[in-house]
């Protein structure tokens, strides 16, 4: 019996449901950017471009290699003091070495390659910022589809709550003989309709939340939930003009940024091509010595210390001829200049187009609401005054479900167009 009671202790936090994640828009947000495939994959081309550019100012820095020898001669063999002999044994050379050089001149291509490393990293780190906000753009969409269908679905529900409540009230009038039953079979038919705009309510309330958590990369939809801001509707559009956000957007949005440092890096590709017009100056050295077994008057360490050499010196390297490869390298390295500013141009008149129909569209999504504000409370007006006639018996029940309808429609216009300006203003916080 003791071994089935830990077995049940065992399992039982097993059989327990998982426990519901309640996400606000931030955490949303942050886990968005945490399990997206693409940040990681940018994050990685990053470090890549930073490794470039570390390694462009190593270069900079003299290099330094040694190396070893161990050759086996028979016969005649030159000896330390380069006197030729013949020998009936087997004679061995031993050599080390150790060598240095650095670049003093070469027309400033190692200067310029740290500068256009360095714009390529930037422009990376600003592609990472764009598929951050692109993905922001997206969770904050579905984030707030979810509410608006969950605000739909609660609106269904309460209608579906007053229609209950009419047919209970109307079941007793009908018990009392003051109703005829028949009144109560059009209220049937108006539950039935109700239920059925719930359930499409319910169905894109699960979807719209598995297309979130679909953006999140979660596992399990099911045991997911989200939290609405408590300021969510407190926020007012700022009139800002668009040419006040497009300079805004000139100084801060990251593929503008992307676009301006792709353009210096090639820039600095051009004077990275013509470097190679002018001479290059090196300054190096080495050390070494030797051992021969085949000098038999002197030890190891004797001749390790005799044979010890050193030498130092300058190499200059001039262009002559190189079947006009360096000119063409500078004549693609311009055609790319010229590619990239036209990108930097194409760029910023996505930008603006972006940045002008966002603000249209905040204007028009703040017309919307305050007309379907209006419209709401006159449909609750004449919800409540053919409800009245119908209490006196001078509206018909078809009167009655019409001023509902309307009343239901007005509602969920009002809930869609309030959503739809805090998209907008979502857009335009972005954008900037």
């Known amino acids: 019996m003791k071994r089935y009671i830990i077995i049940f202790l065992i399992s039982f936090p097993m059989l327990l449901p998982a426990q519901q994640q309640i996400l606000t828009l931030e955490q949303c947000v942050e886990l968005a950017l945490q399990n997206n495939r693409k940040v990681k994959q940018q994050s990685l081309m990053t470090e890549t471009r930073e490794i470039a550019y570390e390694q462009a ?141 719930s359930i499409r309510h319910e169905n894109e309330l699960k979807l719209s939340l598995l297309d979130l958590a679909q953006i999140l990369e979660l596992e399990d939809f099911q045991q997911f939930d989200i939290i609405a801001p408590l300021d969510l509707f407190e926020t007012e559009l700022s009139l800002l003009s668009p040419k006040t956000v497009y300079e805004r957007a000139l100084i801060n949005r990251p593929e503008i940024k992307g676009a301006e440092y792709r353009l210096e890096s090639s820039e600095k590709s051009v004077d990275i091509a013509r470097a190679d017009y002018l001479p290059t100056l090196t300054l190096g050295g080495d050390i070494g010595t030797g051992y021969y077994s085949s000098n038999t008057l002197k030890n190891f360490g004797t001749q390790m210390s005799e044979n010890l050499a050193a030498g130092i010196g300058l190499s200059l390297r001039i262009p002559i001829f190189n079947k006009f490869q360096t000119r063409n390298r500078v004549k693609s390295a311009l055609l790319e200049v010229e590619n990239n500013r036209i990108q930097i141009e194409d760029t910023k008149l996505e930008l603006r187009k972006k940045i002008e129909q966002a603000y249209q569209n905040a204007l028009a999504a703040k017309t919307r609401w305050d007309a379907a504000e209006k419209s709401k409370t006159a449909a609750e007006e004449s919800y409540r005054f053919t409800e009245q006639k119908y209490e006196t018996e001078r509206a018909t029940a078809f009167e009655l479900f019409q001023a509902k309808n309307n009343l239901t429609q007005a509602l969920s216009e009002l809930t869609q167009s309030k959503y739809e300006y805090v998209f907008r203003l979502k857009i335009m916080e972005l954008l900037m």
Request: glycine content about 6%; cysteine-free.
């Open 57 to 197: 100012r190593k270069d900079l820095l003299p290099n330094l290699s040694a190396s070893a020898g161990q050759n086996f001669s028979y016969g005649r063999v030159v000896g330390s003091d380069n006197v030729s002999r013949i020998e009936g044994k087997i004679s061995t050379q031993t050599s080390f070495n150790l060598s240095s050089g650095v670049t003093l001149f070469d027309g400033l291509r190692l200067k310029k390659n740290i500068d256009a490393r360095k714009a390529d990293m930037h422009a990376s780190e600003a592609d990472l910022d764009k598929i951050k906000s692109d993905i922001t753009m997206s969770v904050t969409s579905a984030f707030l589809q979810t509410l608006m269908n969950r605000e739909l679905l609660k609106t269904a529900d309460e209608q579906i709550a007053l229609t209950r409540a009419d047919i209970a009230q109307r079941k007793l009038r009908v018990e009392n003989g003051k109703l005829a039953e028949g009144e109560l079979y059009e209220l049937y038919a108006q539950e039935a309709k109700e239920a059925m705009n």
